[in-house]
């Protein structure tokens, strides 16, 4: 059975930080394309990160600079550094997995594999 599952999130004031972990289980973890995305009340989901089968990352131009995608594949666990949150990073944020060798992409109708997400709320 595959699962996904969120930690780390939380309330930050603006410019504060949060790590975000998303422990994976039941699927081959090397073979597969990683992502974060984050969806707020009433918006549509987007994309945050990826991070491929060999380590290449893509960002969300809103977070470029800010985040970091990350994995360890002993552990199993995708992470998302995130610094200098603004209230605009309000959401809930869910990690995904596709089977995928090469670039990842950031539709999430193509990622097969979802966490229930964890809340990251930041406060101006």
């Known amino acids: 059975q595959v699962q996904l599952a969120e930690s780390g999130g939380g309330s930050v004031h603006a410019g504060g930080s949060l790590k975000l972990s998303c422990v994976v289980s039941?699927?081959?973890?090397?073979?597969?394309?990683l992502g974060w995305f984050r969806q707020a009340p009433g918006m549509e989901r987007e994309a945050v990160a990826q991070i491929d089968i060999d380590d290449r990352t893509t960002y969300a131009e809103s977070v470029k600079g800010r985040f970091t995608i990350s994995k360890d594949s002993a552990e199993k666990t995708l992470y998302l550094q995130m610094n200098n949150l603004s209230p605009e990073d309000t959401a809930l944020y869910s990690c995904a997995a596709v089977l995928r060798a090469g670039i990842c992409g950031d539709r999430a109708a193509d990622f097969h594999y979802w966490g229930r997400g964890t809340q990251v709320t930041v406060s101006s």
């Open positions: 039941g699927l081959p973890f090397a073979d597969y394309c």
